[in-house]
């Protein structure tokens, strides 16, 4: 079933402006929450992770922020450049599996220049 | 690095035909998986291989069989295509076949089933 939630499913934002994109997930025990971005023509490839143990984590541009409580967690890219724009995912460990990642539904995310 | 790759990039096939898609990676990696990308759902696991030797269902594995040939190499076959199989198939790959742990993607194969 439907364990992660993921809005919006597109996003324009002019170039310099910030971009926040949010997943909503169900298992209260998931304890890493990926994302991904995939250029056209790409495969995804992971920019930034954070495990349950911390609320937020930073990485130049890209920052994600967690809330265990509300069982959220979102990706925030600040000062966006055309070169973000691309389809970038949210994941959690799929309920009651050791193995698998369940995916979001993609946000299509434009700069506009 | 090459990483993750797949072949071919792009097929058309019609209805009842069979191919396999081919993966492979040169990261010495032990965990091997299979999906496959429509629009506005995400990635779907089809099947993935924890480690050489095993083999497991995903999400939606009808239609489709896997051979993990050897530690590099995964293989996602389609009996008989059927249009509903129109997708884009990427393969994938971790260290150890654990969800934290970053997954490597191939740049996929562009399926279309006449």
């Known amino acids: 079933g439907e364990n992660v939630e993921q809005h919006p499913s597109t996003l324009s934002v002019q170039e310099g402006d910030s971009a926040v994109i949010k997943c909503t997930y169900s298992?209260?025990?998931?304890?890493?929450f990926p994302w991904y971005k995939q250029e056209l023509g790409k495969g995804p490839q992971l920019i930034i992770d954070?495990?349950?143990?911390?609320g937020e984590k930073k990485d130049q541009r890209i920052a994600v922020t967690l809330n265990k409580t509300a069982k959220h967690f979102s990706l925030h890219i600040t000062e966006t450049q055309p070169e973000d724009s691309a389809v970038y995912f949210c994941?959690?460990?799929?309920?009651?599996?050791?193995?698998?990642?369940?995916f979001g539904s993609g946000t299509q995310l434009t700069v506009l220049p | 690095n090459a990483g993750v790759t797949q072949t071919p990039k792009f097929q058309v096939l019609k209805t009842g035909q069979s191919m396999t898609l081919q993966c492979a990676q040169d990261m010495n990696h032990n965990s091997m998986y299979w999906y496959r990308q429509d629009p506005g759902m995400g990635l779907r696991l089809i099947y993935y291989?924890?480690?050489?030797?095993?083999?497991d269902k995903g999400e939606v594995p009808n239609g489709y069989n896997v051979s993990r040939l050897n530690k590099r190499e995964f293989s996602l076959r389609l009996e008989s295509a059927a249009p509903s199989q129109t997708s884009v198939y990427f393969c994938?790959?971790?260290?150890?076949?654990?969800?934290?742990?970053?997954?490597?993607f191939g740049d996929g194969t562009r399926l279309s089933i006449l």
């Open positions: 954070i495990r349950s143990n911390v």
């Open positions: 994938a790959s971790t260290l150890f076949g654990q969800p934290n742990q970053p997954q490597h």
């Open positions: 994941a959690a460990p799929l309920s009651g599996s050791a193995r698998q990642l369940t």
């Open positions: 298992d209260s025990a998931s304890n890493y």
């Open positions: 291989s924890a480690s050489e030797g095993t083999t």
